[in-house]
Nanobody, 116 residues
Framework: QVQLVESGGGLVQPGGSLRLSCAAAGFSFSSYPMSWYRQAPGKEREWVAGITSTGGSTGYADSVKGRFTISRDNAKNTMYLQMNRLKSEDTAVYYC?????????WGQGTQVTVSS
């Protein structure tokens, strides 16, 4: 079955960096675009970044543009999110997502806390 497992979250000071990973299994990873989302306490889940199946094209929410970089390694069935210059408002649970018709599949999420 489809599995998405996020890792790499943790506590980091403002201005610091983290690298999230999303390990995928159960589908042809290299054939599908992937996305990162996040959900902060009391807020709706929001899209953060997306990447095409080959990794040739990426997109970012305005709030993270210039600070976050999405990438993927299709040989390892893994997607990444490099997060730099982190801010307190980046605190959230981060999820990876894939759409395999007719539905979305989500990982369990990894907590990122930005605090001094």
């Amino acid at each position: 079955q489809v599995q998405l497992v996020e890792s790499g979250g943790g506590l980091v000071q403002p201005g610091g960096s983290l690298r999230l990973s999303c390990a995928a299994a159960g589908f042809s990873f290299s054939s599908y675009p992937m996305s990162w989302y996040r959900q902060a306490p009391g807020k709706e889940r929001e899209w953060v970044a997306g990447i095409t199946s080959t990794g040739g094209s990426t997109g970012y929410a305005d709030s993270v543009k210039g600070r976050f970089t999405i990438s993927r390694d299709n040989a390892k069935n893994t997607m990444y999110l490099q997060m730099n210059r982190l801010k307190s408002e980046d605190t959230a649970v981060y999820y990876c997502k894939v759409f395999l018709a007719p539905r979305d599949y989500w990982g369990q999420g990894t907590q990122v806390t930005v605090s001094s």
